[in-house]
Structure formats: C-alpha cells, structure tokens
C-alpha cells in the first residue's frame, strides 16, 4: 500500500505561483512513476506532469514552461511547482503512484482568480 498527501493548494490571483507537495509513505519500493493530475468542475481528469524512476519529466502541453515536477527522494515527496498562473488553471489537483497499481491522494484545490 501507498499513502498519498498533498498539501500547498489555495487562492492566487493570475501571473501569480504555487507549489503544491506530495508526501508519499507506505510501500514506496518499485514505484514507477509519480504523477500530478487534475480536474476542473464538469472536465475530466487529465495528466498534468510526471516523473518517472529515472528522472525523466512529461507534461501536458498545457503546462509546458510554467509548471515543474520535481521530487526529493530522501523526504519521499513530490512537488509541482507552478508559475504563471492562470484562470484556467483552476482545479482540484491530485497526486498518484504507480506500483502495480495506481494510488491517489485525496487531492488540493487550486483557485486562479482572473
């Protein structure tokens, strides 16, 4: 099993920056990749970044420029730093885990005001 927590959401006006974390703990071994997603009312959920074992990064082209995954292996988190706001950036962001499976965290709200 692997818990998710992520923390550092909230109300930021556009241009502005947040950086949102994911505390990991439980069975951490093997995990594959780690993922940030999210979801505005009425969207479906969508891939935002990801960062493999290896280092390697994707993200949306969406976020391309502004947003970066990073993590650091000795606190088990992973963090989405997030620059040049925008209004439609405004979402519920969640963090997953791959191992075998894929696990959530309960996920942050992240408000962009126009």
């Known amino acids: 099993q692997v818990q998710l927590v992520e923390s550092g959401g909230g109300l930021v006006q556009a241009g502005g920056s947040l950086r949102l974390s994911c505390a990991a703990s439980?069975?951490?071994?093997?995990?594959?990749?780690m993922d940030w997603h999210r979801q505005a009312p009425g969207k479906q959920r969508e891939l935002v970044a990801r960062?493999?074992?290896?280092?390697?990064?994707n993200y949306a082209d969406s976020v391309k420029g502004r947003f970066t995954i990073s993590r650091d292996n000795a606190k088990n988190t992973v963090y989405l730093q997030m620059n040049s706001l925008k209004p439609e950036d405004t979402a519920v962001y969640y963090c997953?885990?791959?191992?075998?499976?894929?696990?959530w965290g309960q996920g942050t709200q992240v408000t962009v005001s126009s």
């Open positions: 997953a885990a791959s191992r075998f499976r894929v696990y």
């Open positions: 439980g069975s951490l071994f093997s995990i594959n990749t």
């Open positions: 960062i493999f074992s290896d280092g390697t990064t």
